[in-house]
């Protein structure tokens, strides 16, 4: 018997052979496939990494920060994105545990009381506070995995202390926005604004025309989610994220940035688009591409397996024989 992979030997008597019949096609029509496994109960998710991640505080010099871990291999810090909890990244983390040690934390004025003045929260803090907790866990060299607004602060560690990263992982990554005189004015307006972004109007409609349509009916109950947890981000934390992005501009840093990096970005992203992602490919000197068909900003949500997979295979790939951890690998 040929070996997997190799090429067919041909018979010495092929006039023996018996020859294979072609299959009926209506026998192939209706041949029983196997259905594709139901997606995961996010919820479920959510609750069973409560039960296991381990969640601390660390005081650092501008608020106290929370910070979640889960799992024991690598250490893999996850810079989340711009709103939401880290009850959004649960699905994400429970499989990416599997192969590191993920390390998920919350930006300044998310929580009552930890003793943040975002006034005077710089871009460039938000970057120290990366190296504090780093330090604080005492890791040493980590990986990245940055989404959205956490690409900008990703972006900014990787350029001021590269070989702390052997590789890192953006999603959703950009450089710098253009931001319009309206948007400019609703933010200053936001920032005056108590509570959560539950109540800010037009919230629903905005998410709904950005994201909606990469949540199918099957995933109806994560687009419910993503609303609820969407909706308990503070309105001072997000406006002043917002109000740094606003202002920022790492264009002039990304040729310096040596690090090998994986880009990763949905084809109908409409938050960061296309032309965003052309511009950060380009002046990254030592990155790879990969648009994801059909997939819009929010693949920890829609596409949360696919996704940590990818990370693992581009932070610490199997070699050409297999895994070997893998049963069979090697043989």
Not at 92 to 112: C, M, Q, V, W
Not at 178 to 192: D, M
Not at 193 to 215: C, D, E, K
Request: charged share 20%.
């Amino acid at each position: 018997m040929p070996s997997p992979g190799s090429e067919p030997v041909p018979d010495a008597n092929p006039v023996s052979a018996p020859a294979l019949a072609p299959a009926p096609t209506e026998a192939i029509e209706n041949a029983e496939r196997p259905p594709c496994p139901a997606p995961a109960d996010f919820r479920a998710e959510i609750a069973a990494y409560d039960r296991a991640a381990h969640v601390d505080t660390w005081m650092g010099p501008r608020y106290r920060m929370t910070y979640r871990t889960l799992g024991q291999g690598p250490p893999l810090v996850v810079v989340p994105g711009i709103a939401a909890t880290y009850r959004v990244y649960a699905l994400l983390l429970n499989r990416l545990s599997a192969k590191f040690r993920t390390i998920l934390y919350d930006y300044p004025g998310e929580h009552p009381g930890d003793s943040a003045h975002l006034g005077r929260i710089t871009h460039e803090n938000l970057v120290d506070d990366v190296f504090g907790l780093i330090e604080h866990l005492r890791l040493g060299r980590v990986f990245l995995f940055a989404m959205s607004f956490g690409t900008t602060v990703a972006l900014r560690a990787l350029s001021r202390e590269p070989r702390r990263f052997p590789k890192a992982v953006l999603q959703g990554a950009f450089a710098h926005r253009r931001f319009t005189f309206a948007e400019r004015l609703a933010l200053a307006v936001g920032r005056r604004m108590p509570g959560t972004v539950s109540h800010l109007p037009l919230r629903n409609s905005i998410l709904t025309y950005n994201s909606r349509a990469h949540f199918p009916e099957i995933l109806e109950d994560r687009w419910r989610i993503y609303l609820e947890q969407n909706g308990l981000t503070p309105v001072a934390s997000l406006a002043h994220r917002v109000d740094l992005v606003s202002r920022l501009d790492l264009r002039p840093i990304l040729p310096e940035i040596p690090n090998e990096i994986l880009l990763l970005h949905g084809n109908e992203d409409r938050i960061v688009t296309q032309r965003d992602f052309d511009a950060i490919r380009a002046d990254l000197g030592n990155a790879r591409a990969v648009v994801m068909p059909l997939v819009g900003h929010q693949p920890h949500f829609t596409h949360a397996e696919a996704l940590a997979g990818t990370i693992v295979e581009y932070l610490i790939p199997c070699a050409p024989g297999g895994c070997p951890n893998e049963q069979g690998s090697g043989a």
